[in-house]
């Protein structure tokens, strides 16, 4: 009895003392090491996102709940951060507003409790608050942790739970919520009913309404950042209203708005107040599956009636807005930068940054977002031809002919600049990259994305040892004879390689702005098909290009290989069908007549010969171009296999229709394209307009509407044509 | 009299100063430039020229226009008046030509994608032939079909109109005629040959003039269709134009527009001339 006492009384200790541990949050904050907007990720429990930004007179720390895009502001010793760790031992959901320079943590503990831990500035631990009442999930999931001086207030979508500072439940709202703030004492919130509304809350055990107003705000959005700003006045910043900030006062009453001079659109997740100033906080990337966030920048705004931006914290700019918006023009060069595709973050952020780093310059925006590729060319080339381009200093050249205009005499060459290669770090490019961009031994143009086609071989097929060593050096008439040596192998099997209707889906387009179209199985079992595929290649087609488009016909029968233009070998590896696309290996395309592989060149800059201003471009061009690589996984990077495995590990399966392919497989896979592109090393531009109207006859064939001659006599009298004309 | 000629004078004004301006001068001025490398602006004499009519591939264009024009203005005469003749008798006809002419009023780009929906050879027309004939698999788009879409097309657009023409030229001519041709014939045939045509001449050089236009402007349509590069015999002068401009090759591409125009103008002449001597005999 005594024994089973003792046994008892064991257990007993060891839960209380394990109940006191876990209620013991304890942590700090690791090493942060950068000077000015810098982001990383705790390794760890992967909860907190970090990012510090430098001031002039001190440095603060901005932490990220990754899950809910809470923000709280550390005002801290920045050498102090350096030497403290910070560890949670549950799940951290949210990270509070600072109430006198203290912060609060609404976390979980090993046992499923929620605490909400609080942290002085230096992120020591002071004491956590047990929420006996609080139910996960009941009101949806949580979008802000608001402190008061008597409550915690836990603000979820679909509901508000009000906490007093021991931990009692006190108050509740039912009902979708938008966004929350507070200014200590008082609760604000939006709700959307017919219209939105922004509420009031002065008493938070009744949850009575003080005034209710209807702020005329149609979110395009599940959250509106609402801020309560020094002024007295509440801020709000509805996501994908072009950056117009609306400000209330305290008692409702509309005060007023400001435009952000640079669109907000989608990224603004968050306003932040702090020392009289508004933040926001952009994304440039938005978290995704994987969980990675990618915090690029914050966006500094003054109090609120001078809103303009100020950008980016390590280069703000202590001046009047009014100042600095009449100065913008006054005594600076005019870079101008035309294109049809510039009108997008990827070009807005870096040109906000590059104008404040070189205040002599102001980047002058024209884009034909509107046009069709091929009107936007056509209009562009007779503006050139027609001596109107004279104000040009960069083309972004998105299906513009770049060698049409390097062989006229239109564009500058790079090493007229710069005296020197402009690759810089040739690893970072393709090889057929840099080769494409030389007319004549020059640099012309600095491309950014091209396409590569690949022939994916079957690793199953008996020839495929074969075919693979031949395929380093072979031509289209090796290619031919694999062909005509591959027996019936290949049997149906259950692979829908419809990309006819696949396109159509808006998901699949999301993901496969890569494949422009699988062309017919240049190893199907039917010579007859290969006669018109080779009737051209024999006639110097290889250097142009024929693939036969796949979107005409469905392919029933596994082929034993098949040509796939390919963007960006790791979006492939989230298609739909990539375990069966791992039965095949890419190999490069077989060599023309004159010793060349054909890729399509897509995104690029040129800069004008015309130019006054061309070291300038250069210097903004590759400004550009690093600005956005480590935001893109663009086909100049080769170590994008790398970056795709460490995303992939963490993406759903949900993402992969068929199943999550094997790991090992899909790196091999994806290194393999690589491996194959390094043999692009002597590339030629390919002319897609050209060849989609060999493509026609060839369908018109496979579709038994033309005999092979006619076919044949087809395709020749066009490359007659167009090599003569 | 010097007045008058003043007079004169400031009311041609506006159109001669809105012609030289407006037409003329772009005229001439493109035309001075098929005489310069236009990037380099070095003067090139009749350089151009010669690269155009050396070129096979232009003369290939210039005869394929030549053969279209022929084969579809024929077509226009005979298919237009054979319609006035069976029009011209019957009540309401001037409303139902007047109907059969709106193809004309039409984008042509819209009526090409109704005219590729119908001839491909996934399209309607052998969808209909297969419901009869079993799977027909007729490519109307290549091989030597592929003349009759483009040729049904712009006889779908332009017949009406032309009908309107020669329905007027018939409507004129006087009963008497025909009440003496019957004396000696009652056969439609002798007053079609003997009456009708020989009357309606001059609409013929009309429709001629008209369809000739017509047809240098068909490119929009086998351009709507083919893209831009057509089979071989639908290679036309307009194609060989377009794609010397956007190869920044202006000066040739004004010149290959020049030998159109003459050879348009050749046309309009020799039918003239022919038209004059017919009428004379």
Request: aromatic content about 14%; glycine content about 6%.
């Amino acid at each position: 009895m005594t024994k089973q006492l003792f046994l008892f009384a064991f257990i007993i200790l060891i839960f209380i003392f394990t109940s006191c541990a876990t209620k013991e949050n304890k942590g700090n904050i690791t090493a942060i090491i950068g000077t000015n907007v810098f982001m990383e990720k705790i390794t760890g429990n992967d909860q907190v996102i970090k990012v510090l930004v430098e001031e002039p007179e001190s440095k603060i720390v901005y932490m990220i709940e990754k899950n809910v895009m809470q923000i709280s502001r550390v005002n801290t010793n920045y050498s102090k951060l350096e030497k403290i760790l910070f560890e949670t031992q549950g799940n951290t959901e949210a990270a509070g507003n600072c109430v006198n320079e203290n912060i609060y943590v609404l976390t979980e503990n090993n046992s499923g409790e929620h605490l909400v831990c609080i942290y002085d500035s230096n992120m020591k631990y002071i004491k956590s608050i047990l929420l006996n009442d609080y139910e996960c999930g009941k009101y949806g999931y949580i979008i802000d942790l608001l402190i008061t001086k008597n409550n915690y207030i836990l603000v979820f979508n679909e509901g508000i739970v009000a906490y007093s500072h021991k931990g009692k439940k006190e108050g509740l709202f039912e009902g979708a919520v938008y966004g929350a703030a507070t200014d200590g004492q008082n609760l604000f919130f939006i709700t959307q009913t017919s219209s939105t509304i922004l509420n009031r809350v002065d008493n938070l055990k009744t949850f009575s309404l003080a005034w209710s107003v209807d702020v005329n705000i149609s979110p395009d959005s599940n959250y509106i950042p609402l801020s309560y700003g020094e002024n007295k006045n509440l801020l709000l910043l509805p996501i994908n209203q072009h950056g117009v900030i609306y400000a209330y006062g305290r008692d409702g009453k509309y005060v007023g708005e400001a435009l952000d001079l640079y669109e907000c659109e989608m990224f603004a997740d968050e306003l932040i107040k702090n020392d009289g100033r508004l933040w926001t906080v952009f994304n440039t990337v938005y978290m995704n599956k994987a969980g990675a966030l990618e915090v690029s920048m914050l966006l500094l705004y003054d109090d609120f009636h001078s809103s303009h931006v100020y950008f980016n914290a390590d280069i703000y700019v202590n001046e009047e807005a009014e100042t600095a918006i009449a100065g913008r023009l006054d005594g600076k060069s005019i870079l101008t930068v035309r294109g049809n595709y510039i009108n997008s973050v990827n070009w807005k952020y870096p040109i906000l940054l590059y104008e404040k780093m070189h205040p002599e310059i102001k980047i002058k925006i024209y884009s034909y977002e509107s046009f069709a590729v091929t009107d936007y060319t056509v209009m562009t080339t007779t503006e050139l031809m027609a001596g109107v381009s004279s104000g040009w200093d960069v083309l972004s050249m998105t299906g513009l002919p770049a060698i049409l205009y390097a062989e006229k005499g239109l564009l500058a060459n790079w090493y007229d600049i710069e005296g020197t290669e402009p690759f810089r770090d040739g690893s970072e490019y393709t090889p057929h990259m840099i080769d494409i961009s030389r007319v004549d031994g020059k640099i012309y143009f600095l491309p950014v994305v091209s396409f590569g086609d690949y022939i994916y071989a079957h690793t199953g097929h008996p020839l495929f040892g074969e075919i693979e060593a031949a395929s380093k050096t072979w031509t289209w008439s090796d290619l031919a004879y694999y062909m005509d040596n591959v027996g019936e192998d290949f049997a149906p099997v259950e692979m829908n390689m419809n990309y006819y209707g696949a396109v159509d889906s808006g998901w699949f387009n999301q993901i496969s702005g890569l494949i422009l179209y699988v062309t017919t199985p240049l190893f199907y079992n039917r010579s007859t098909d290969r006669a018109v595929l080779f009737a051209a290649a024999e006639e110097s087609m290889e250097n142009l290009g024929l693939f036969v488009g796949k979107n005409y016909f469905d392919i029933n029968e596994k082929p034993g290989a098949f040509i796939l233009r390919v963007f960006m070998p790791d979006e492939l590896a989230v298609s739909p069908r990539i375990n069966d696309l791992l039965e095949y290996t890419p190999l490069p395309l077989p060599v023309g007549s004159d010793g060349m592989r054909s890729v399509t060149l897509s995104e690029g800059y040129m800069i004008m010969e015309s130019s006054g201003l061309k070291k300038e471009a250069a210097e903004f061009i590759r400004f550009l171009t690093d600005f956005n690589k480590r935001r893109h996984m663009n086909s100049t990077r080769v170590n994008r296999v790398d970056d795709f495995m460490q995303m992939f590990d963490e993406m759903d399966d949900w993402l992969f229709e068929n199943g999550k392919p094997e790991r090992g497989s899909l790196e091999a896979f994806l290194r393999k394209h690589d491996i194959a592109s390094s043999y692009f090393n002597n590339a030629c531009d390919y002319d897609i307009a050209f060849s989609a109207s060999l493509l026609e006859a060839a369908y018109a064939y496979f579709n038994g509407a033309l005999s092979k001659q006619a076919a044949i006599e087809e395709i020749t009298d066009k490359l007659w044509v167009r090599n003569n004309q | 009299m010097k007045m008058k000629k003043i007079t004169f004078a400031a009311f041609m004004l506006p159109f001669a100063a809105g012609f030289v301006l407006c037409m003329a001068a772009p005229l001439f001025y493109g035309l001075a430039l098929s005489f310069f490398d236009i990037f380099s602006n070095e003067f090139v004499g009749l350089q151009n020229y010669a690269g155009v009519i050396k070129n096979p591939v232009f003369l290939r264009a210039a005869l394929n226009t030549a053969v279209l024009a022929a084969a579809a203005i024929t077509a226009l005469v005979a298919v237009s008046f054979f319609i006035s003749c069976v029009l011209m008798r019957m009540p309401g006809r001037q409303s139902i030509a007047k109907i059969m002419a709106v193809p004309l009023a039409v984008p042509a780009v819209s009526v090409s994608y109704v005219w590729y929906s119908v001839f491909h050879y996934k399209g309607y027309l052998n969808g209909v032939l297969s419901v009869f004939f079993g799977r027909v698999n007729i490519n109307w788009f290549s091989g030597p079909l592929m003349y009759l879409p483009v040729i049904l097309l712009f006889l779908w657009k332009n017949a009406g109109f032309a009908a309107l023409i020669y329905l007027s030229g018939l409507n004129a001519i006087p009963r008497e005629y025909e009440d003496v041709l019957r004396l000696d014939s009652e056969k439609l045939i002798d007053r079609i040959r003997l009456i009708y045509w020989p009357c309606v001449f001059p609409q013929t050089f009309f429709v001629i003039i008209i369809g000739l236009w017509r047809v240098m402007n068909i490119f929009t349509e086998i351009y709507a269709v083919w893209s831009d590069y057509p089979p071989l015999p639908l290679y036309l002068l307009q194609h060989f134009i377009y794609h010397n401009y956007m190869n920044m090759e202006y000066g040739r591409s004004v010149a290959a527009a020049v030998f159109l125009s003459f050879m348009v103008l050749a046309f309009a002449v020799i039918f003239r001339m022919a038209e004059k001597r017919y009428s004379d005999e």
